[in-house]
Nanobody
Framework: EVQLQASGGGLVQAGGSLRLSCAVS????????IAWFRQAPGKEREGIAC????????VYSDSVKGRFTIASDNAKNTGYLQIDSLKPDDTAVYYC???????????????WGQGTLVTVSS
């Protein structure tokens, strides 16, 4: 069974940074897409970043482009999301998930874990 577990969240002041990790088990990184999603209180979950493991192509949502950086360490089966210049609107539970190839459909992603909470104070 493929499982992904996000970690690294916490409370940070606006303008600060965090590095989230996504530990992957039961899956070899090659030929897969690892994506980060977030769900803010009272809002729908949104996809914010994706990396294709075999060629390191990346895709970002407009809401995080230029502030967030997605990466993966295939040898460690771990994904990362560096989040900089945090804003209060970035407060959300952050999740990672995988798909067999890049997709814009959330339903194509699997292995959802519990997520990690990022809280940004103003």
């Amino acid at each position: 069974e493929v499982q992904l577990q996000a970690s690294g969240g916490g409370l940070v002041q606006a303008g600060g940074s965090l590095r989230l990790s996504c530990a992957v088990s039961g899956l070899t990184f090659g030929n897969s897409a690892i994506a980060w999603f977030r769900q803010a209180p009272g809002k729908e979950r949104e996809g914010i970043a994706c990396i294709v493991s075999d060629n390191d192509d990346t895709v970002y949502s407009d809401s995080v482009k230029g502030r967030f950086t997605i990466a993966s360490d295939n040898a460690k089966n771990t994904g990362y999301l560096q989040i900089d210049s945090l804003k209060p609107d970035d407060t959300a539970v952050y999740y990672c998930a995988f798909a067999t190839s890049y997709s814009t459909r959330e339903s194509d992603y699997k292995g959802w874990g519990q997520g990690t909470l990022v809280t940004v104070s103003s």
